[in-house]
């Protein structure tokens, strides 16, 4: 692979990356939009649309992108006015793309993302103002419609009444006309606006007055609703982005005195000190180095609980300080925070994709053709064989209003979106909209045992000293010398892995044993093997520390031991020999019984999958009601097994937390890490359960479940009214009327149907 070029430097997130050929394959395939991939430098960057206010607009520019011979691919998301370029070279289109847009919709700008441009007071204040008085021209517009009709009818004075419904008209819908003419000059000829123009000027010309001036009426009322639903969501999206801080206080300590510095976030560097007053929200994940205070995690996990912190215990970033000042170390840059992780996964939530709306885009771009030329069709041949045009030529525009895919290109995004938004709420992360729909497909849940569904937390219920112990160390030796020489060995090995066996023994260790000095001076060679234990050596001695199958692999003896396989057994052997055992115990987690009951309860297949002992592993499954169990397998084993499992039917879930629970993670249909796992899982995982609570499981799936039922149902709504007023149309059933209601009618219908969504965040 050749050297990637250099980009244009981001100092916030990511919003430059380069990809390299693998990682993009990786990517399409978990996107499913696998295109073919050439052996380029692509880069993928990402930059901001501004001014575009309609859904099927943004489509547009989409597909536009898209079909430039430079891209790669182009993904653009209306509800974060991103756009995703994949291209050799993203920044030489810019000005193409820009163009393109601005063909599409008037004004309609691309550009680099700037965090630390945002729009003014006095902009936003301009875009507020220009929004009321298109709505007091609206409503005014409206009243004079309202005289109109009475007058038309009451006064039967038509002059009069045809005069205040021309310059209603004007008024509701002068922008629309304006747009349309301005489109055309730009080339752009069958978009919305000029289908409604020639929609109502026929309508006009024919004679059909309050019709006319009732569809830009509706039309409005539609596009004012579309944008209040936009907005609401759009905000979600801006409530996550508040949980980034953008200054952070450093403690500079300058010869004998100490200065407080008020730095950016993203300058801040693992190490630094930096002061959190009361208020103050954790810019980066780090640890409390003095001081004590109450912290609330909520923003982060959803749930509202305060919790105690003092020194050394550990700072997410997102969560805010609520009583005391502290001093904390930051444990990672802005880039590796928690924080990032959250905004950037709810960015590429959105960005990718679920199938449907793919589906959706696609559709929109051939149903406007399609319905415009039945229009004509029904016009001409109407006209044709009956003579009658006024007729024909009403129907035939009665068509035309009902050519916007709007309700379907907005609603079904918005579903998705919202479901994103609300899990979000509850400490849930989905990394991609496309989650959401294999989530319906699940059918299997597997867990992984150790700190899933246990706390990870293992406690020393036993030791064993055998009699190759006791004669290593010669006859003076008792218990409380066998107890340290077995927990040196131990300690030797256990100290250099992150494994949660490893670090509970370590830490018991450390509790029994006061001084550990001696212990770490020595150099020993320590190699981790997955799945089996550690193994150290220092020139000829080699000390072991595992299971029986780390032992077998270095034949090592150990029938001749009564060994206690009750819970998890940790052997130590030495030179070939067995000096000993430790037993260890896990706890299942308080909310592991419940939550597995209630997806039994949702009709779900249970699995647990572990390295640990055939006889723990039971237990332990028997104790949460888990029916199958497969025990003793190795990390890559467990990878097969999922694959199996997939092979043989649809929808695998994984549920995990370790380093070696990476592969499977990603290899599931979905993957899921909790919070308090390894950084490897909650990268490789397609949801990250922030709380770490595994009643989340039974609520995301739900959701996701009601989500995918609102997009269907929109989509067989939309499409089912506008065939059916059509179908009216042509037996001479259907009006103007019935053409606004599938319009504006059932976009608005629709769109109320997918902010339901927002009403299951209390969901159980
Ligand atoms: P799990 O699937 O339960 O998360 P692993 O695959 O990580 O477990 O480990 C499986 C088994 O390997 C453990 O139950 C333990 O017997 C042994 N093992 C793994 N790492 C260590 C270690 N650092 N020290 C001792 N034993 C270990
Ligand atoms: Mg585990």
């Not at 609520?322 to 960015?347: F, H, Q, R, V």
């Not at 379907?408 to 919202?418: C, E, G, Q, W």
């Not at 057994?569 to 430790?582: E, F, Q, R, T």
């Not at 319009?743 to 965040?761: I, P």
Request: net charge positive; aromatic share 6%.
């Amino acid at each position: 692979m050749k050297k990637l070029k250099k980009e244009g430097k981001f100092k916030n997130l990511s919003m430059t990356k380069k990809l390299s050929k693998n990682k993009i394959e990786n990517k399409a395939k978990a996107h499913n939009f696998k295109k073919e991939i050439d052996d380029k430098n692509l880069i993928e960057k990402v930059y901001i649309v501004e001014n575009v206010d309609c859904a099927n607009c943004a489509a547009k520019i989409e597909r536009r992108i898209n079909n430039l011979p430079e891209i790669q691919s182009a993904t653009y998301t209306f509800a974060t006015q991103k756009l995703k370029v994949v291209a050799e070279n993203p920044d030489k289109l810019l000005d193409k793309m820009s163009k393109i847009a601005d063909t599409i919709e008037p004004n309609a700008t691309i550009n680099e993302i700037n965090p630390k441009r945002k729009k003014s007071a006095r902009q936003i204040d301009i875009e507020i103002k220009k929004k009321k008085r298109k709505e007091i021209v609206a409503l005014i517009g409206f009243f004079i419609y309202i005289t109109g009709i009475g007058i038309y009818h009451l006064m039967d004075i038509e002059k009069v009444a045809v005069g205040l419904f021309v310059f209603s008209y004007i008024l509701l819908g002068g922008e629309v006309v304006l747009t349309a003419l301005k489109n055309i000059s730009r080339g752009q000829i069958f978009d919305e606006n000029f289908l409604m123009s020639i929609a109502t000027i026929g309508a006009f010309a024919i004679g059909e007055y309050p019709e006319a001036i009732g569809v830009m009426f509706f039309y409005r009322i539609g596009e004012f609703l579309e944008d209040k639903a936009v907005d609401k969501s759009r905000s979600q999206i801006d409530s996550i982005n508040a949980l980034k801080s953008e200054k952070a206080i450093l403690i500079v300590e300058d010869k004998e005195k100490t200065i407080e510095k008020e730095i950016d976030v993203e300058d801040v560097k693992v190490g630094d000190i930096i002061l959190l007053k009361a208020g103050m929200r954790v810019p980066v994940d780090g640890k409390v180095v003095s001081g004590e205070t109450s912290v609330d995690k909520s923003p982060i996990t959803g749930e509202t609980l305060q919790i105690f912190v003092e020194e050394g215990d550990e700072l997410v970033s997102g969560s805010i300080n609520l009583t005391g000042t502290i001093k904390m170390e930051a444990t990672k840059i802005l880039k590796e925070s928690m924080i990032t992780t959250i905004i950037n996964a709810i960015d590429e939530a959105v960005e990718s994709k679920p199938k449907m709306e793919r589906f959706i885009t696609r559709f929109a771009a051939v149903y406007t053709p399609i319905v415009v030329a039945v229009a004509l069709i029904t016009a001409i041949a109407g006209s044709i064989i009956t003579g009658n045009h006024d007729k024909w030529v009403y129907i035939a525009l009665t068509f035309l209003v009902i050519s916007c895919p709007c309700a379907l290109v907005l609603s079904v995004p918005m579903t998705y979106f919202a479901g994103i938004g609300v899990v979000a709420k509850q400490g849930i992360l989905f990394k991609g909209g496309i989650v959401l729909e294999r989530l319906k497909n699940i059918k299997h849940i597997v867990f992984d045992k150790t700190g899933t569904l246990t706390k990870g937390n293992f406690q020393v219920e036993k030791m064993v000293y055998t009699q190759e112990l006791f004669t290593e160390m010669g006859i003076d030796a008792d218990r409380s010398m066998a107890e340290k020489n077995l927990l040196s060995m131990a300690y030797v090995c256990e100290k250099n892995s992150q494994h949660p066996i490893a670090v509970s023994i370590t830490k018991a260790i450390k509790d029994r044993i006061d001084n550990l000095e001696p212990l770490n001076k020595i150099a020993y060679q320590v190699v981790e093997e997955k799945g089996k234990g550690m193994i150290a050596t220092l020139g000829e001695e080699q000390i072991l520390c595992g299971n029986e199958r780390l032992m077998e692999k270095y034949n090592v003896d150990v029938t001749k031991h009564l060994l206690d396989f009750q819970g998890t057994v940790v052997i130590i052997a030495k030179n070939g020999k067995v000096m000993g055992s430790i037993s260890i115990s896990d706890q299942v987690k308080d909310d592991s019984v419940e939550a597995i009951e209630k997806l039994k309860k949702q009709g779900y297949k249970i699995s647990m999958i572990t390295g640990d002992n055939k006889d723990t592993a039971k237990h332990m499954a028997w104790k949460m009601g888990i029916d199958e169990v497969f025990s003793e397998i190795l990390p890559h084993e467990k990878f097969k097994i999922i694959k199996g499992m997939r092979k043989a039917k649809k929808g695998i879930m994984f549920v995990g937390d370790g380093i070696n629970d990476g592969p499977v993670l990603a290899g599931a249909d979905v993957g899921v890490a909790m919070g308090s796992g390894t950084d490897v899982a909650i990268q490789a995982a397609d949801v990250v359960l922030l709380n770490s609570n595994l009643n989340s499981l039974a609520k995301m799936l739900k959701i996701s479940k009601k989500a995918n039922f609102i997009a269907i149902s929109n989509v067989v709504f939309a499409i089912g009214v506008k065939l059916a007023v059509m179908l009216f149309g042509l037996f001479g059933i259907a009006s103007m009327w019935t053409a606004v209601f599938a319009d504006s009618g059932v976009t608005v219908l629709c769109l109320l149907n997918s902010m339901t969504l927002f009403k299951y965040k209390d969901i159980e």
